[in-house]
């Protein structure tokens, strides 16, 4: 079996999700290429777990001071130059296509009339499942945005649908956990970040982000640039973690048992949801903006416990190679039947 992996490379979760499907994929001697769009080539970091990987340039969304800008979102996109990429993409090699919400490869597979099985966090919005802010818009591009043939939808916990736990690329550690909070808000101004964290002085951060050139220290706060080793460290040895509203980093988080405080992207529904869900699970703190009294409440919460997720990518990658893709009900409860949730998390 030979696999084209198109992967959505506007965030690193999903990047972060293919290591973890790559790394299934080769114990199981499959032979995969990766191709990455959304993001400039030269924006790629700590990508050797892919080999010689393919990009494009896709679709992409502009983000601005922490909310998505649609005029610039339209203005930056290529209708034309997407369609051409479609076009050029030749599939004729590949006996099936994986896919996490990556526009060209999916859409170079229809017109192919190539298998695609789409494994990504926005598939779960297909089902009913907590969704906050999304508008007639949004839900199209849930649907349409990369189309496949079957889906696999990966959320937090099940809501009694059709989906799966999440795929996470770490494992839970015994380090000791050290008095810092780890902040990853890429989306936000590092200004703003950082005029709200030196507000608490006795609280030493560690926060990384895109406009980071080089590590830097400014009173109780370390700045780094993006790293996946480094950021990794961190990750497995803080108190806390401060973070947009992605999927994969909490999921991460929740593994490792670290109290969460999310501060969802503006105008995205996908975060608006993922928030409001990690709230009505007990699992996350939240706050609307960047406010010193909800980061000054949520430093006093009691530390997190690890919620227990499966190896998901292992059943998925035996799930492919069965290869009876139109039925994942056993698949489905397998997994969830392995999942433990904290005892301080509700309605689970």
Same mark, same amino acid.
């Given at each position: 079996?030979?696999?084209?992996?198109?992967?959505? @490379? /506007?965030?690193?979760?999903?990047?972060?999700?293919?290591? %973890?499907?790559?790394?299934?994929?080769?114990?199981?001697?499959?032979?995969?290429?990766?191709?990455?769009?959304?993001?400039?080539?030269?924006?790629?970091?700590?990508?050797?777990?892919?080999?010689?990987? &393919?990009?494009?340039? @896709?679709?992409?969304?502009?983000?601005?001071?922490?909310?998505?800008?649609?005029?610039?979102? =339209? +203005? #930056? #996109?290529?209708?034309?130059?997407? !369609?051409?990429?479609?076009?050029? +993409?030749?599939?004729?090699?590949?006996?099936?296509?994986?896919?996490?919400?990556?526009?060209?490869?999916? !859409?170079?597979?229809?017109?192919?009339?190539?298998?695609?099985?789409?494994?990504?966090?926005? #598939?779960?919005?297909?089902?009913?499942?907590? +969704?906050?802010?999304?508008?007639? *818009?949004?839900?199209?591009?849930?649907?349409?945005?990369?189309?496949?043939?079957?889906?696999?939808?990966?959320?937090?916990?099940?809501?009694?649908?059709?989906?799966?736990?999440?795929?996470?690329?770490? /494992?839970?550690?015994?380090?000791?956990?050290?008095?810092?909070? *780890?902040?990853?808000?890429?989306?936000?101004?590092?200004?703003?970040?950082?005029?709200? $964290?030196?507000?608490?002085?006795? &609280?030493?951060?560690?926060?990384?982000?895109?406009?980071?050139?080089?590590?830097?220290?400014?009173?109780?706060?370390?700045?780094?640039?993006?790293?996946?080793?480094?950021?990794?460290?961190?990750?497995?040895?803080?108190?806390?973690?401060?973070? #947009? @509203?992605?999927?994969?980093?909490?999921?991460? =988080?929740?593994?490792?048992?670290?109290?969460? +405080?999310?501060?969802? $992207?503006?105008? &995205?529904?996908?975060?608006?949801?993922?928030?409001?869900?990690?709230?009505?699970?007990?699992? %996350?703190?939240?706050?609307?903006?960047?406010? =010193?009294?909800?980061?000054?409440?949520?430093?006093?919460?009691?530390?997190?416990?690890?919620?227990?997720?499966?190896?998901?990518?292992?059943?998925?990658?035996?799930?492919?190679?069965?290869?009876?893709?139109?039925?994942?009900?056993?698949? /489905?409860?397998?997994?969830?039947?392995?999942?433990?949730?904290?005892?301080?998390?509700?309605?689970?």
């Amino acid at each position: 079996m030979r696999v084209l992996y198109g992967v959505q @490379g /506007t965030g690193n979760g999903h990047i972060a999700r293919a290591r %973890a499907m790559s790394a299934a994929l080769e114990k199981n001697s499959i032979e995969v290429d990766f191709l990455f769009s959304g993001r400039e080539a030269d924006k790629y970091f700590a990508m050797e777990a892919f080999g010689s990987y &393919q990009t494009r340039r @896709g679709l992409t969304f502009v983000t601005e001071k922490g909310r998505v800008n649609y005029s610039k979102t =339209a +203005l #930056n #996109n290529s209708l034309l130059g997407f !369609w051409r990429e479609v076009q050029e +993409l030749d599939l004729s090699q590949y006996d099936v296509i994986l896919n996490d919400f990556e526009p060209v490869s999916a !859409w170079a597979a229809k017109q192919q009339n190539k298998p695609v099985i789409s494994i990504s966090h926005q #598939n779960a919005f297909r089902y009913s499942v907590p +969704l906050k802010g999304a508008n007639w *818009l949004d839900k199209w591009v849930i649907h349409y945005f990369a189309p496949s043939t079957y889906h696999i939808g990966l959320h937090w916990y099940h809501f009694n649908q059709p989906i799966l736990p999440p795929i996470v690329h770490t /494992t839970s550690s015994q380090v000791e956990a050290l008095p810092y909070v *780890l902040v990853y808000l890429p989306f936000e101004s590092l200004d703003d970040i950082t005029e709200l $964290l030196l507000r608490f002085t006795q &609280q030493s951060f560690i926060c990384f982000h895109p406009e980071v050139i080089e590590h830097q220290q400014i009173d109780n706060i370390h700045f780094y640039p993006l790293s996946l080793d480094g950021f990794h460290h961190y990750l497995h040895r803080c108190s806390g973690i401060i973070a #947009n @509203g992605g999927f994969e980093l909490p999921s991460e =988080a929740l593994t490792l048992g670290k109290k969460l +405080l999310l501060k969802p $992207l503006s105008g &995205q529904f996908e975060q608006l949801s993922n928030v409001a869900t990690l709230e009505q699970l007990g699992l %996350a703190s939240s706050m609307e903006y960047l406010d =010193a009294s909800c980061v000054r409440a949520w430093l006093d919460e009691s530390p997190g416990e690890s919620v227990s997720y499966p190896d998901v990518a292992a059943a998925i990658v035996e799930w492919l190679m069965q290869g009876k893709w139109d039925c994942t009900h056993q698949l /489905t409860e397998q997994l969830w039947g392995q999942v433990d949730f904290p005892s301080y998390a509700v309605n689970v």
